[in-house]
């Protein structure tokens, strides 16, 4: 992948090389690098975009069926309650 590649890749998924960088757990300079083709962009971050692109392409295709984002978890306020509680020690709630 050439930077220019790179630096489109980025435009066309809404990413900035920053946001890049702390996804992929880097430092901005290092995908800065990349994009001014100072180092070859590895393997493993041309991966990453291409299953972003991946990703992007079923959400315009669910999206486009009538399909909306998928509606949050509901946590079990029952569950959340039934912890057991700890106490320290010489506590008098005992």
């Given at each position: 992948?050439?930077?220019?590649?790179?630096?489109?890749?980025?435009?066309?998924?809404?990413?900035?090389?920053?946001?890049?960088?702390?996804?992929?757990?880097?430092?901005?300079?290092?995908?800065?690098?990349?994009?001014?083709?100072?180092?070859?962009?590895?393997?493993?971050?041309?991966?990453y975009?291409?299953?972003?692109?991946?990703?992007?392409?079923?959400?315009?295709?669910?999206?486009?069926?009538?399909?909306?984002?998928?509606?949050?978890?509901?946590?079990?306020?029952?569950?959340?309650?039934?912890r057991?509680?700890?106490?320290?020690?010489?506590?008098?709630?005992?």
């Amino acid at each position: 992948m050439t930077s220019d590649e790179f630096r489109a890749e980025l435009r066309e998924l809404g990413l900035s090389q920053r946001a890049l960088a702390l996804r992929l757990g880097l430092a901005v300079t290092t995908v800065n690098r990349w994009a001014l083709e100072l180092a070859p962009v590895p393997q493993y971050a041309v991966a990453y975009l291409e299953l972003r692109r991946e990703l992007a392409e079923i959400s315009r295709r669910l999206s486009d069926a009538g399909h909306g984002a998928p509606a949050p978890r509901r946590v079990n306020s029952t569950r959340r309650h039934s912890r057991a509680r700890v106490f320290a020690v010489g506590d008098d709630r005992l």
